[in-house]
């Protein structure tokens, strides 16, 4: 079945740590997202991508960095940049970067905790 | 103003009711909206998209759109336990590539 794979499902890291957050899909979508999810908060966007090789910061980019190598794969990299990483970060995707156009399909969802 | 506004809730409503859940958008110029349903713990989940003034139906669920308004809104007819869960509306805003999503309400169908 198609669908995308976020590894792994609970993450710890410590202070002054880089994390990277996992984010795999066998739709043949174009588009990838990493949103962040907060207790009482909307879902914020980090980064973005619409095509293999390019990417756009979203409205909380600082602390975060991301590749696109393959279309498949979108890995978050939770630097020791950002001071309140702890969170439920979700991966999404849609057919093309035209988001108006499709309701996104996210990931299992990976919870950090900084200890 | 908050760019996409809903209640937060808890809305209880009785098994077998009609659950309705609004939520209200303040770009005038958006033209796609969203319904996720989140049970907790887990990942959102498309259950509804609207772009059109009006009903949009979809078995037990019912999207409405009111753009003048800037009001949408999910209706769930025939409410059962197992749809309590936090519904996240979701609207384009500020050009097709963004999608801003509101905090969430809650859900609980009582048995």
């Known amino acids: 079945d198609g669908g995308i794979t976020q590894s792994p499902k609970y993450l710890f890291r410590k202070e002054g740590q880089n994390v990277t957050l996992s984010c795999e899909q066998n739709?043949?979508?174009?588009?990838m997202y990493w949103y962040r999810q907060d207790p009482g908060q909307g879902l914020r966007l980090i980064y973005y991508s619409q095509i293999v090789n390019d990417f756009q910061k979203g409205d909380i980019a600082e602390g975060y960095s991301v590749s696109r190598e393959k279309k498949e794969s979108f890995p978050l990299t939770v630097t020791s940049a950002q001071k309140n990483p702890t969170a439920f970060y979700l991966c999404?995707?849609?057919?093309?970067?035209?988001?108006?156009?499709?309701?996104?399909?996210f990931g299992s969802g990976t919870r950090l905790t900084v200890v | 103003q908050k760019e996409v506004e809903q209640n937060s809730g808890p809305l209880s409503v009785p098994e077998g009711a009609i659950a309705s859940l609004n939520c209200t958008y303040s770009d005038r110029v958006s033209q796609s909206f969203f319904w996720y349903r989140q049970y907790s713990g887990k990942s959102p989940e498309l259950i509804m998209s609207?772009?059109?003034?009006g009903d949009k139906e979809d078995g037990r669920f019912t999207a409405q759109l009111n753009k003048a308004s800037q009001y949408v809104s999910l209706l769930i007819r025939d409410s059962q336990p197992s749809d309590s869960a936090t519904y996240l509306c979701?609207?384009?805003?500020?050009?097709?590539?963004?999608?801003?999503f509101g905090t969430g309400t809650k859900l609980q169908v009582i048995p």
């Open positions: 999404a995707s849609t057919p093309t970067g035209q988001v108006s156009n499709y309701g996104y399909t």
């Open positions: 979701a609207v384009n805003t500020g050009g097709y590539q963004k999608v801003t």
């Open positions: 739709l043949n979508h174009d588009a």
């Open positions: 609207i772009y059109s003034n």
